[in-house]
């Protein structure tokens, strides 16, 4: 069975960096699985930048909110690095989806995979109370859903100032 | 006497679960202390859900207010759990009470008990600083707070994705 | 050559009373580096907080902006504590100075110091997203920031309700 690595922290705490690094020491070609989409400048530059940092030796799959369909389909010998859940969860209560159904869903594909997977995921939880409900419900749903992988995951990292912390 | 443990963490972030697995393993039938009162429809979903979540192993208090004095009347051979010491600092800023000697009696307080305490509390300090004083001055209380029963506690846990890691 | 320590951590997690408990450790009369300015009562205030708890061992150095060259000015036998580089960011964003350029010399001055320097920097990306794009910039550049200066570090200490846990 493919082993499944959590990768969290908060904002350019060195998560990707970490994930990339964990997925090029597994064998095969490594499949980069970006859940985001270019809507803005803001968003554009920043997948171009992940994308030179990662070079060719990656091959790279975009998928907004099919996680369990395109790690189906890429289920070869090489490992699968989710690049972000945070994003997932986001593009998902866009669309109206039920975010504990789909998490679910994500934590029972991870436990049938051949390959590995590394999901690189964000802290929300940790400033204040957001002063808006929308804002109080996304990070609650983001701190459940990263409960929810972690417990499918068999290692979860904390990055802090890019050092990778071992929490499970 | 006692042992008291502090368990910290973000929203979500599965501190609660943890510290009543903490309770659970020690003897006797624990009590849980909730400092939360149902004001809004938010604030009862989420009472309930916790209270759904424990079962009927568990004694319930609630004290928005007066720790000290619901140790005291609660030290018999259950462990103690106090959920949380964020809502209880929310509750002593509201009614004009000072934070820093509450902060103080509590810790005092701890080292004074016979049976087991776990307090939950909340990191509210690692986003941006808030651009509203109140929310800084909120921040900067509950960063103290944490740091006093952290000082007063035999072991304190940072919960990470529902991973308890040991700080101290 | 002298070892440089990152201590990062929240706010009011203690991270400065545990850079401060490094540096008195270390041989030599420790200097302390403020990167703060008194701008406002509140700014005021703390600064004098921290300088009262610091007492008569320490010398003082304010400097907002150049940290290499007060480095390299102080460079003699006591640890050097710079709090913090935060402040200093923002300093610096403020001035119209590159955050990535003066980030990459202050990495490259501590690499060639002969005295120890212990610098204390914030966690500002565990929120969720800042609704403003100044707010998400500044936080993406705290982290960078971060992350260039721990690489040049010997040891980085995350700081957690006062407790330091080492994550290199």
New interface residues.
Partial sequence: MGKSI?V???????KSAIAEGLALKLPGRPVYIATAEARDG?MSERILRHRARRGDEWRTVEEPLDLVGVLQATDGDGARLVDCLTLWLSNLMEAGQDPVAEGEALARALAAQRAPVILV?N????????DN?L??A???A???L??M???ASDD?Y?A????P?K??
Same sequence: chains 1, 2, 3.
Avoid at 8 to 14: C, D, F, H, I, V
Avoid at 123 to 130: R, Y
Avoid at 160 to 163: D, L, N, P, Q
């Fill in positions: 959590l969290t922290g908060g904002a350019r705490s060195g803001e995921t802290e929300v939880g940790s400033g204040i109370v957001p409900a804002g109080r996304f990070r609650d983001a701190g459940e990263n409960q992988i972690a417990r979860v904390l802090v100032s890019g050092c912390l929490v499970k």
